[in-house]
T-cell receptor, first 115, second 114 residues
Framework: EAGVTQFPSHSVIEKGQTVTLRCDPISGHDNLYWYRRVMGKEIKFLLHFVKESKQDESGMPNNRFLAERTGGTYSTLKVQPAELEDSGVYFC?????????????FGPGTRLTVL | KQEVTQIPAALSVPEGENLVLNCSFTDSAIYNLQWFRQDPGKGLTSLLLIQSSQREQTSGRLNASLDKSSGRSTLYIAASQPGDSATYLCAVRGMKTSYDKVIFGPGTSLSVIP
C-alpha cells in the first residue's frame, strides 16, 4: 500500500511568488492534515480536513495560505505571495476516519525555500 | 492547551552507550503518543506508537514507555550506534475535539560518536 506522498520534494521560489504544494493521502483516508516546521521551531499544525471539509484551520498563519481538498482526495496548499518566513518543511499526514485511536501517517515533506 | 516538552535538547554519547530521551505533556487526555526520528533534510520516520491504554512498546533496540497519568514518556535506546544520530521527536494526539491533531515536542538532537 502506498504511503502519503507529497509533491514537490523541494521548491525554491523568490519572495512574492506563488507556490502550490500537493499531498496525496493514503487511499481511503478521510482525515488529512497539514503541518509545517519553520527554521528553529517545532513542527506545528496548520489545518485538518475531513473529506473535503475543513474541520480545523486554527493553525493557518495568515490569509496568504489557502488549502483545498476538492473531492476529498488529494489536497493542495497554496502560498500567495510567499514571504521569507514561509521557508521550512511542510508535512502532510492522513488518517482513517473510523476510530480515534488510529495513527496519523506522515508524508516525506516538501522543503520550501523562499529567497 | 496541550504542550509537549523534551529533555535534553541535545545529547552526545559515545557509541555503545544506552541512553534515555524524555518527553512530557501537559494534558493526559490523549489517544496515543508517538516517537519519530528526523534525519537532516529528510522526512519523519515513525519509530514507535503507544496507545493511551498501553504502558510500553518495543522495536529492536528501542523501547518507549508511557505514564499517561504523570504526562511522561521515555525513549530508551540500547547499545547506541552512529547511525542513531538524528533528531528524535515526541508527539501526542489529544482526545479533545480541538486537539484532533498531533502536537510535537521540540525534539532531542542525538549525536552518537564512533
Amino acid at each position: 500500500e502506498a504511503g502519503v506522498t507529497q509533491f514537490p520534494s523541494h521548491s525554491v521560489i523568490e519572495k512574492g511568488q506563488t507556490v502550490t504544494l500537493r499531498c496525496d493521502p493514503i487511499s481511503g483516508h478521510d482525515n488529512l492534515y497539514w503541518y509545517r516546521r519553520v527554521m528553529g521551531k517545532e513542527i506545528k499544525f496548520l489545518l485538518h480536513f475531513v473529506k473535503e471539509s475543513k474541520q480545523d484551520e486554527s493553525g493557518m498563519p495568515n490569509n496568504r495560505f489557502l488549502a483545498e481538498r476538492t473531492g476529498g482526495t488529494y489536497s493542495t496548499l497554496k502560498v500567495q505571495p510567499a514571504e521569507l518566513e514561509d521557508s521550512g518543511v511542510y508535512f502532510c499526514a492522513s488518517r482513517e476516519l473510523a476510530g480515534g485511536y488510529n495513527e496519523q501517517f506522515f508524508g516525506p515533506g516538501t522543503r520550501l525555500t523562499v529567497l | 492547551k496541550q504542550e509537549v516538552t523534551q529533555i535534553p535538547a541535545a545529547l552526545s554519547v559515545p557509541e555503545g552507550e544506552n541512553l534515555v530521551l524524555n518527553c512530557s505533556f501537559t494534558d493526559s487526555a490523549i489517544y496515543n503518543l508517538q516517537w519519530f526520528r528526523q534525519d537532516p533534510g529528510k522526512g519523519l520516520t515513525s519509530l514507535l506508537l503507544i496507545q493511551s491504554s498501553q504502558r510500553e512498546q518495543t522495536s529492536g533496540r528501542l523501547n518507549a514507555s508511557l505514564d499517561k497519568s504523570s504526562g511522561r514518556s521515555t525513549l530508551y535506546i540500547a547499545a547506541s550506534q552512529p547511525g542513531d544520530s538524528a533528531t528524535y521527536l515526541c508527539a501526542v494526539r489529544g482526545m479533545k475535539t480541538s486537539y484532533d491533531k498531533v502536537i510535537f515536542g521540540p525534539g532531542t538532537s542525538l549525536s552518537v560518536i564512533p
